[in-house]
């Protein structure tokens, strides 16, 4: 297996929904986003997003995008003006999503990820 980071197969979109922030990430190929539906899971993310996701992670698949989008409620402290967190937007989760590690199984050379 090789190990990769989740921005070497795929991009990121995010920002807030009231108290949660909402993180797309969008595969650059058909093999990424079927690899990323089995092995980005909700409890994935929020492992992932421990320290800052208090609520629960819910992923909703767009395949004719190859996205998949997440909502992780209770991360923004509030949200906007009501919290003290330095981004009660979420702006900057879409990047921290993608510094995400994930083994690539062998039969998934990583040739076939990239653009």
């Known amino acids: ?7 070497d197969i795929a991009h990121a979109r995010s920002g807030d929904k009231g108290d949660g922030s909402n993180v797309g ?10 690899f990323l ?3 980005l899971t909700p409890e ?20 004719n995008l190859k996205a998949l989008n997440f909502i992780l409620h209770d991360s923004l402290g509030g949200g906007g003006s009501e919290s003290v967190k330095t981004d009660a937007q ?6 921290a999503m993608l510094r995400m590690e994930l083994d ?3 039969d998934l050379p990583l040739a076939l990820l990239k653009p």
């Open 1 to 7: 297996m090789t190990r990769i980071h989740l921005e």
């Open 37 to 39: 539906r089995e092995v």
């Open 104 to 106: 690539l199984p062998a």
């Open 90 to 95: 979420g702006k900057t989760h879409g990047q």
């Open 25 to 34: 990430i969008v595969a650059y190929t058909e093999a990424g986003y079927g």
């Open 44 to 63: 994935r993310v929020k492992r992932h997003f421990a320290a800052i996701c208090l609520g629960e992670i819910e992923r909703f698949e767009v395949p």
